[in-house]
């Protein structure tokens, strides 16, 4: 089970940071991924870690304004997210599968969303 969380509404050029924790499951045995999705839109790929956290993928979009890190001890993913932008509205969503990549159906496990809000 994946529980994302930390959304919110902020203005253009602030931070928010994602949490997803990880429970009845092998944290370290998964890479992990944060997808989103606008109103109207499909999901996209936003960033991936794999499972040591020493390999890591993102969007053109955000890089270098996100960041995604893993705490094997807590579970949990993070994507810090800087210099937001109303584009980025969306909700966020976390997920978990065998191997790091920037598709969805490469991932197995999915939580149930955070919502994101960027006013301008």
């Known amino acids: 089970q994946l529980q994302a969380s930390g959304g919110g509404l902020v203005q253009a050029g602030e931070s928010l940071r994602l949490s997803c924790a990880a429970s009845?499951?092998?944290?370290?045995?998964?890479?992990m991924a944060w997808f989103r999705q606008a109103p109207g839109k499909e999901r996209e790929f936003v960033a991936a870690?794999?499972?040591?956290?020493?390999?890591?993928g993102y969007a053109d979009s955000v890089k270098g304004r996100f960041t995604i890190s893993r705490d094997g001890a807590k579970n949990t993913v993070y994507l810090q997210m800087n210099s937001l932008k109303p584009e980025d509205t969306a909700v966020y969503f976390c997920?978990?599968?065998?191997?790091?990549?920037?598709?969805?159906?490469?991932?197995?496990?999915w939580g149930q969303g955070t919502l994101v809000t960027v006013s301008s």
């Open positions: 997920a978990a599968g065998s191997s790091i990549a920037n598709y969805a159906r490469a991932y197995e496990y």
């Open positions: 009845g499951h092998t944290f370290s045995s998964y890479s």
């Open positions: 870690i794999g499972r040591s956290g020493g390999s890591t």
